[in-house]
């Protein structure tokens, strides 16, 4: 809801989502969230694999090499 009291409603599904999307980290400054419908998914897990790794590796890796 605006501060002039417009109700707007975003979808990430419209044509143009650019507001939906702003509206995710707009702090506010878009208005005010008075209703969210979630869209759930099925429970899955993950798996994280951490390493350190040198810039230039991370090149080799992903660019192959230069």
Known sequence: ???DG???KLS???DNNETFRASTLSLGALGVVV?????????FSLQQLTYTATLD?????Y???L
């Open 1 to 3: 809801m605006r501060g």
């Open 6 to 8: 417009h109700v707007t």
């Open 12 to 14: 990430r599904d419209d």
């Open 35 to 43: 209703s969210v419908t979630l869209q759930c998914e099925r429970a």
């Open 57 to 61: 590796h991370v090149r080799m890796l």
């Open 63 to 65: 660019l192959g090499s």
